[in-house]
C-alpha cells in the first residue's frame, strides 16, 4: 500500500507557478482552481459553463487575500483544439511559461439514454446513432489528448531543462471506474480507462522529451453535480461522499510534487493511494514470474531504455 501523504511545504511551492487548469468552473476543477489561486499561483482556467467559470473568477478576485494568485477565467468547450490552444497560449504569452497543467473537464452517462447496454434497446432504437455516448468519448477522453498534446509542448517550450526532475507537471483527471467495475457507465468508465493508457503511454517519454512529468487522479465518489440525483443511494447506505476539495488537494500535490511521476493517485474518503506501485509490485503474483520479467523488459525496450519511473527518479514517501 502506497499512501499519498500531503506535505504543506509543497502546496507552498505553487507560489508564482503558471497554471492552465480545464474543465474548472465547478466541482473538483473549481476546488483545484480555489487551492492554486490561493497559494499564490497564476490560474488560466476554463470551461464550457460560461456563468460557473465567471462567477468562480469573480467570487475569487473580489476575496483577494495577501499571498493570493491571479486568475483568468476563458470559455472553452474542451472539444475544440484550437480554443484549447488558445487558452495555453494566453498564458504563455503573459508569462513567457506554463508551469503545470490539470484536466479535470468531464460528464458521466447515468442519466443517459442511448446507453451499450439498455432495457430499451431493440433492433429498431439501435439503428439510432449513439450521439450522447460519442459526445461523452470527446469530453472525457478526446478532449483529453488534446489537453495532453497542447500542454506537453507548452510546458516544455517555457520549462528549464536544466532542472531535473523537471519542474513542469501534467496531471489528469480519471476515476476509480478506470479500474474498479462502474456497472451501467459504459462511455464513461472506457473514456476513464483511455486516460489511465495515456497516462501510461507517455509517463517514461513525458520527462525526457518533453521536459514534464504526468501523473493520474482517480476520485471515488465525490460530492459534486456529477452525483446528484445518486447521492439518496449514498446517505441510505450511509455511504459519505467525499468533497471537491478532498480530491483537488491531492490534485495540487501531485501537480506540485518535486519529483513523481507516472503514479495513478486513487482518492477516497479523502486520502490518497498510489495503485501503480501495487500493481508493479506485485506483477510476479499475478502475472507469474516469466510474464512479469518479459513484461518489464519490453516495457524498458519501448521506453528507449529509459524507464524514468518513480522507483528511478523519486518515491511519493519522500
Ligand atoms: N464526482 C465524482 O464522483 C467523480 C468521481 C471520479 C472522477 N470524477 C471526475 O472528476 C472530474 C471533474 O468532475 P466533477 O465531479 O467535478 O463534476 P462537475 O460536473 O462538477 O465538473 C465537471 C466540469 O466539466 C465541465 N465540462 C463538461 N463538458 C465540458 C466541455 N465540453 N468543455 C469544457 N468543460 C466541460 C463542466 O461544465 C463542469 O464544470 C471529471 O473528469 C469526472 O469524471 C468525478
Redesign the pocket.
Known amino acids: 500500500m502506497s499512501e499519498i501523504l500531503i506535505d504543506e511545504k509543497v502546496l507552498a511551492t505553487c507560489k508564482g507557478k503558471v497554471v492552465v487548469i ?9 476546488a483545484t482552481v480555489s487551492r492554486f489561486f490561493h497559494s499564490g499561483a497564476h490560474v488560466f482556467f ?4 460560461e456563468k ?1 467559470g465567471g462567477a468562480l473568477e469573480k467570487h475569487l478576485q473580489e476575496s483577494l487575500a495577501p499571498g493570493d494568485g491571479t486568475c483568468n477565467f476563458t470559455r ?4 475544440d483544439y484550437q480554443a484549447q490552444l488558445a487558452l495555453f497560449d494566453t498564458a504563455y504569452k503573459e508569462h513567457g511559461c506554463v508551469d503545470m497543467a490539470v484536466y ?5 452517462e447515468m442519466a443517459a439514454t442511448g446507453s451499450i447496454v439498455a432495457a430499451e434497446n431493440n433492433l429498431e432504437t439501435v439503428k439510432e446513432y449513439p450521439k450522447l455516448i460519442m459526445d461523452l468519448l470527446d ?2 477522453l478526446n ?1 483529453c489528448i488534446y489537453f495532453a498534446r497542447i500542454a506537453l509542448a507548452y510546458l516544455h517550450a517555457g520549462s528549464d531543462n536544466s532542472q531535473l526532475p523537471s519542474k513542469c507537471l501534467l496531471t489528469l ?5 478506470a479500474f474498479q467495475e462502474a456497472p451501467g457507465m459504459p462511455g ?1 468508465a472506457a473514456s ?1 480507462v483511455g486516460i489511465l493508457g495515456l497516462m501510461r503511454s507517455i509517463r517514461s517519454l513525458a520527462p525526457k522529451m518533453c521536459n514534464t512529468r504526468v501523473n493520474v487522479i ?5 460530492d ?4 446528484e440525483g445518486h447521492t439518496r443511494l449514498f446517505t441510505e447506505n450511509n455511504i459519505p461522499l467525499q468533497s ?1 476539495d478532498d480530491v483537488a488537494v491531492f490534485t495540487q500535490y501531485v501537480t506540485a510534487d518535486p519529483v513523481i511521476n507516472g503514479k495513478t493517485v486513487y482518492v477516497g474518503a479523502a486520502r490518497g493511494f498510489d495503485i501503480e506501485e501495487g500493481l508493479d509490485r506485485t506483477l510476479p503474483q499475478w502475472l507469474g514470474q516469466v510474464n512479469a520479467d518479459l513484461w518489464k523488459r519490453q516495457a524498458r525496450a519501448f521506453a528507449k531504455g529509459d524507464w524514468l519511473r518513480s522507483d528511478k527518479i523519486g518515491n511519493a514517501s519522500h
Open positions: 480545464t474543465g474548472a468552473a465547478n466541482g473538483i476543477g473549481a476554463s470551461d464550457r459553463d460557473g472553452v468547450d474542451a472539444r479535470s473537464a468531464g460528464i458521466n469530453i472525457n478532449g483527471i480519471s476515476s476509480a471506474a464513461y476513464k482517480a476520485p471515488w465518489a465525490t459534486t453535480a456529477m452525483v471537491p
